[in-house]
């Protein structure tokens, strides 16, 4: 064993030699290459974020609990660069309708979302960045989509299927609603009104009866082949609301091929990879195959997982390549193969040992003929790990590495040509032996409700040495929540592979508990098939892009320019900011060119400031415009094939043991436990006015007659401005900012504003209100006028609508005054700790306890000697319970444990 090792070692020192041995170094543009990548990488170290979540899904009336760590650069250490994580709740519509600041500390966070009553059941998504991260953009965002059951269902079961048909050319989406009882008795013969809803605007409004099985069908038609994510349909019937998120596109199922490396050349063989996605954004099998011009089999394609698989094909000249190709619902279809050059290369990557890679450039006969010189770059996250010149003077030249060289993760092999341009691509993704060893125990196997359970951990380095790492623990009671694993969101699946590719990977977990043959095939086959993009050579070799967003720490920071009303700047004015509450007085002098800062101010929560200025001469006739940073657009979700259409039936077991948790709390009389209590409708007679509402001027509305009334008061403390309040309630509303002004805008254009019946008359005013004049915790009610006409022509006949703000009594928006400005930037979000029951003594009359996190804790900790131990009590059985540990250590090496125990 000892000789083939050293063999291996001895061929691969020998493969590196005789490559740095074939071109002169002053030929070489490798070390250009090599210097523009790691300019890149020292410009713009890559920050990645991934949040452990207690459960894989919850119900109205839950929390989410979940720690986050945040890591930097291509061993995935823990970041020191950023001192705040951005937290967003977004719905199935596309609408963020919660925000969380958090501190980031040593590189980690805790938070937590309460699913109140003002959630519905649906599929949502929380995405994670900080500002440093938008430098990459969304993609590389955490973003998971997730699902949200309700325990109470008024007896109208709902889930939704979608078909793709095309008529006269005309793309079809036909829907099929289906409605049951609780009992799973079809609602027939039922009236339905719908909805459609598309990129936020209803395009269709109708009704429809259900048949004998109580379903209805609704063709979707557009003339575009548009991305559906968050649209909709919503229906109601029987006087409740269902919404059916449209997870499909206007598209056929879609069959894609990639020719490993990027071309198929003449006389070579290449892997040809192909996926396959139905129209519900899955991966979907097929079979087939290809077959030449002449219609001579050349290839069987058999799909191996998610819809991929891969063949081999060695092209020829002037041949042309078609794959016949069998859905799964039996229809055929034909697609061409990509054409093939007749000159160039193939990049092949291989894994055939446990600690070896093998690269071979395939060339074709006129570059062989040619014998040029290529480079050839092998790099992590911009951190190079293979870079050497290569002379072709052979049809194949191999090159081994070694894989500890690399961390585990995504490896780009890149080839190029003498002058340094990229040729050919190919991505990787490389196993090594660079992760904790975990090691869970229990004193046994076998445990009683409510027993106390102690966890030992154990926790070693890659090396097998003891060390000392930081964990988060989630205990859950499979029972009560069931899981596919392989569909999970791991350490592993986020830090090492979705976080470094762009688009939808379907159960990403998949390529981690199956670690076997096919496995590691289907793994590549995703390689071949989804493409590495975190730079473009081209990019970074011509000039290293600089970032746009600066690295925001803990303090908070504040810039701006001071510009008198004649709109010129005002050199040397003085700007003050003053916050009573904060106990911050702070003052400083702006430069020539009217510029100022203020830095450093910690804000453990959001406070108002007052940012006031005068000029050097001491007037006040100037203005404080504030640097702001532009909004960041909700993007359609990346994950909609996660989005169910069948929640009652996903979410089975555990809605069924949040309906028993809701009856044993309604009879116990704690319904301030009740997720969700069964609708009571009230009748009362209207007040003139509510008593805590400042009085009102000449424009009011009644609010019958408007399209919406919004009340802020129960969730003020989770917008950082009015504008975000109203852009996340408002269906078809956005903030936009133009030119330092902050507007409201719709289809249509912009919206106007009125405060306590007096209407908002300029750009300056509107602007001052959205962004911190008027606090949202000073609002009692917002009511916003669209689509009466009547009303809008009362109101001046703004076709774009109205917003109408009601203060609370004593409150005021405050008087205009363009030398200052009112602020209330956002602080960090307040964090809960999680509640665990003790049952050490026995209790007379003790409820059932059937939680199903029935654990969690962000902040375990091995010493030094790499132990732990955590104990909690656990809920009533029977239940199988599954100890989730995931952590990391302080060389970056990440580590996960699943361990399971039962309950009697």
């Known amino acids: 064993m000892k000789s083939n090792k050293l063999s291996l070692s001895i061929g691969l020192l020998c493969s590196i030699i005789l490559l740095l041995a074939f071109v002169p170094k002053a030929d070489d543009p490798i070390e250009k290459l090599v210097g523009a990548l790691q300019k890149w990488a020292d410009t713009n170290p890559q920050e990645k974020v991934y949040l452990h979540m207690d459960k894989p899904y919850y119900a109205l009336g839950d929390t989410i609990w979940f720690k986050g760590y945040v890591t930097i650069g291509s061993r995935h250490q823990l970041s020191a660069l950023s001192g705040a994580l951005y937290v967003d709740f977004i719905t199935e519509q596309d609408s963020v309708i919660r925000s969380l600041k958090l501190p980031i500390t040593t590189g980690m966070v805790v938070g937590q979302f309460t699913l109140g009553d003002d959630f519905k059941e649906g599929s949502y998504r929380i995405r994670a960045y900080t500002q440093w991260m938008r430098n990459a953009g969304e993609d590389y965002f955490f973003d998971k989509t997730f699902t949200v059951g309700n325990p109470t269902t008024d007896n109208v079961v709902t889930k939704a299927d979608y078909q793709y048909n095309e008529v006269g050319n005309k793309p079809i989406l036909t829907a099929l609603l289906n409605y049951t009882n609780d009992s799973g008795k079809a609602l027939s013969d039922k009236d339905v009104k719908y909805q459609i809803v598309i990129d936020k605007k209803v395009v269709q409004t109708r009704s429809a009866k259900t048949d004998a099985l109580g379903s209805i069908r609704i063709n979707i038609e557009n003339d575009k082949r548009v991305n559906l994510s968050g649209s909709y349909i919503r229906t109601s019937i029987d006087g409740v609301q269902r919404d059916f998120p449209i997870k499909a596109s206007l598209a056929p199922n879609d069959v894609q091929f990639f020719p490993e490396s990027g071309s198929l050349v003449a006389g070579l063989s290449s892997r040809v990879a192909f996926k396959a996605v139905g129209v519900d954004g899955l991966g979907t099998p097929i079979t087939g195959k290809v077959v030449d011009e002449a219609n001579n089999d050349i290839a069987q394609i058999t799909t191996l997982h998610a819809g991929m698989g891969s063949f081999l094909l060695r092209s020829e000249a002037g041949k042309t390549y078609i794959a016949k190709i069998t859905m799964a619902n039996g229809s055929t279809k034909s697609v061409a193969l990509p054409k093939v050059a007749d000159d160039g290369f193939v990049l092949s990557v291989y894994q055939p040992n446990k600690d070896s890679i093998l690269v071979r450039i395939g060339a074709s006969a006129k570059q062989v003929a040619a014998t040029p010189n290529v480079g050839f770059i092998a790099q992590v996250s911009g951190e190079t790990i293979f870079a050497s010149p290569v002379k072709i003077i052979k049809a194949t030249t191999s090159i081994w590495l070694e894989k500890k060289l690399f961390p585990s993760g995504i490896a780009q092999f890149t080839l190029f040509s003498n002058t340094g341009e990229p040729l050919n691509e190919r991505i990787a993704f490389i196993r090594t032996n660079d992760q904790m060893q975990l090691s869970v125990k229990t004193a046994k196997t076998t445990y009683k409700g409510k027993e106390q359970v102690a966890i030992n951990l154990d926790a070693k380095d890659s090396k097998g040495k003891n060390v000392a790492g930081t964990f988060s623990v989630s205990v859950i009671d499979e029972s009560k929540v069931p899981v596919d694993e392989s569909a999970e969101s791991s350490i592993f699946s986020n830090i090492l592979l979705t976080s470094d590719l762009k688009g939808y990977i379907e159960k990403p977990n998949y390529y981690f508990v199956n670690q076997t043959e096919d496995g590691e095939k289907a793994l590549d086959n995703l390689m071949l098939t989804q493409g590495y993009r975190r730079f473009a050579w081209n990019a970074i070799t011509t000039a290293a892009p600089k970032p746009v967003f600066a690295a925001e720490g803990l303090g908070f920071g504040l810039s701006g320019q001071i510009m008198n009303l004649g709109k ?181 254009g912009e919206l106007g504003i009125i405060v306590d019946g007096r209407k908002l008359s300029s750009k300056d005013e509107m602007s001052e209100a959205l962004d911190g004049g008027i606090q949202p915790e000073d609002v009692a009610k917002i009511i916003v006028v669209r689509t009466n006409q009547a009303l809008l022509n009362t109101l001046g006949g703004d076709g774009a609508g109205y917003i109408l703000i009601k203060m609370k009594l004593g409150t005021s928006r405050k008087q205009y005054n363009p030398s200052i400005a009112n602020i209330s930037p956002k602080g960090f979000n307040k964090v809960r700790e999680f509640y665990s029951p003790k049952y050490s003594a026995p209790v007379a009359n003790q409820l059932p306890d059937l939680r199903t996190t029935v654990y969690w804790d962000p902040r375990v900790k091995t010493d030094a000697e790499g132990k732990s131990t955590f104990s909690f009590y656990n809920a009533d059985g029977p239940g199988s319970y599954k100890v989730i540990i995931e952590g990391i250590n302080a060389a970056g090496e990440l580590g996960r444990q699943v361990y399971k125990y039962t309950v009697q």
Do not use: W
């Open 568 to 748: 010129k700047v005002s050199p040397n004015a003085v700007v003050d900011l003053v916050s009573l509450r904060g106990n911050v007085a702070k003052q400083t002098t702006a430069d020539a060119d009217g510029r100022f800062k203020f830095d450093g101010i910690f804000l453990t929560d959001s406070i108002k400031f007052a940012l006031g200025a005068h000029s050097a001469k001491g007037s006040d006739k100037v203005k404080v415009l504030i640097d702001t940073l532009p909004r960041i657009r909700v993007s359609k979700n990346p994950n909609m094939g996660d989005i169910s259409t069948n929640i009652t039936g996903t979410l089975k077991a555990y809605i069924e043991n949040g309906k028993r948790l809701d009856d044993i709390y309604e009879k116990t009389g704690q319904l301030d436990k009740v997720q969700r209590l069964k609708e009571v409708r009230i009748r009362a007679r209207k007040t003139k006015e509510d008593a805590n509402i400042n009085p009102q001027g000449m424009f009011v509305v009644p609010e019958a007659s408007a399209d919406q009334v919004i009340n802020l008061q129960d969730d003020a403390a989770n917008c950082i401005t009015l504008a975000m309040c109203l852009q996340a309630r408002i269906a078809g509303v956005r903030v936009q900012t133009d030119l330092g002004y902050t507007t409201l805008v719709n289809s249509r």
